[in-house]
């Protein structure tokens, strides 16, 4: 049988920081690394391949958004373990780490409703289909990363949708973790606050380069493999993180709501279309 890993969002931020790092630290047969950025995903490809004794790991050119992107990596699955029962047992996913996504800075009002639901369709229908999609390909041992965030703890003004979304995230993950333990089956929520990736940029819609105080991908992504496989339910890289996430359970939802709205304003232009990240979900500039 052959082992698979799988890492959507793969081409930048935490999810290149993820294959990077499971491709050097731990064994699989093979590590598939799913973005629509076929260019991106290359390269990644090319040079861990380069830098190891086997090349395992292999680009998939693929939008996992919605229920059309489940479906598309349902046919691109149920294809390879048809070639591979016909020589061998088929496909086991030993790792699967739903990363791909992203945010929209700004007032519910003053962004684009096709975007927010777009982000709707990547951070929760999308990735609940890879988890149900994935599943009977897990075995005891098996492991699931789910990247949320910090914002999934508590309801943000000018990051009401994004937030939502992070919380259906966290929540799903934790009953998802309760449901498969019986199974031997381990199951992790990433929750990072502020990292260096692609977010902002996106967020913004250009209006913010880069995140504000964003810390090393890598760090973040090091101690969530570590958890996760530990059988952890939640990941938070810095003790900022963990202590605004438990200070979250007494303070008013709507006051949090209400003081972010008014006091945590994000830059953002709401007349610019920039496509969606294949990257990591972080909550950006928020502490």
């Not at 490809?45 to 830098?51: E, K, L, T, V, W």
């Not at 966290?170 to 929750?191: H, M, N, P, R, T």
């Not at 502020?194 to 991908?217: D, L, M, Y």
Request: charged share 25%.
């Amino acid at each position: 049988m052959k082992r698979i890993a799988v890492i959507t969002g793969a081409s930048s931020g935490l999810g290149k920081a993820f294959a990077q790092q499971v491709s050097q630290k731990y064994t699989f047969d093979e590590i598939w690394i799913l973005a629509r950025r076929e260019d991106k995903l290359k390269e990644l490809a090319d040079q861990i391949n380069s830098n190891a004794k086997f090349k395992t790991v292999r680009p998939v050119v693929m939008d996992v958004s919605g229920r059309q992107g489940a479906e598309a990596f349902k046919a691109f699955l149920e294809e390879e373990d048809k070639k591979l029962k016909s020589i061998e047992s088929g496909i086991e996913i030993g790792l699967l780490i739903n990363n791909a996504g992203f945010g929209t800075y700004g007032p519910f009002e003053e962004t684009s409703i096709n975007r927010e639901m777009d982000m709707i369709d990547l951070n929760c229908t999308g990735l609940t289909g890879m988890c149900g999609i994935a599943l009977p390909y897990l075995k005891k041992g098996s492991v699931i990363i789910n990247t949320s965030s910090l914002a999934a703890f508590m309801p943000l003004g000018n990051f009401a949708v994004y937030g939502a979304s992070k919380a259906y995230v966290l929540s799903f993950s934790i009953a998802l973790a309760a449901e498969l333990k019986d199974k031997g089956i381990k199951v992790c929520a990433l929750c990072p606050g502020s990292v260096s990736t692609e977010f902002a940029n996106v967020a913004s819609n250009g209006a913010r380069k880069e995140v504000k105080g964003g810390i090393n991908p890598d760090k973040v992504v090091a101690q969530c493999l570590k958890r996760a496989f530990k059988g952890k339910k939640i990941s938070m890289y810095r003790p900022k993180w963990r202590f605004t996430a438990l200070l979250s359970r007494f303070v008013g939802r709507y006051l949090v709501a209400r003081y972010t709205y008014k006091y945590n304003k994000r830059p953002h232009n709401p007349d610019e279309d920039i496509k969606k990240s294949d990257g990591e979900i972080s909550i950006s500039d928020y502490m």
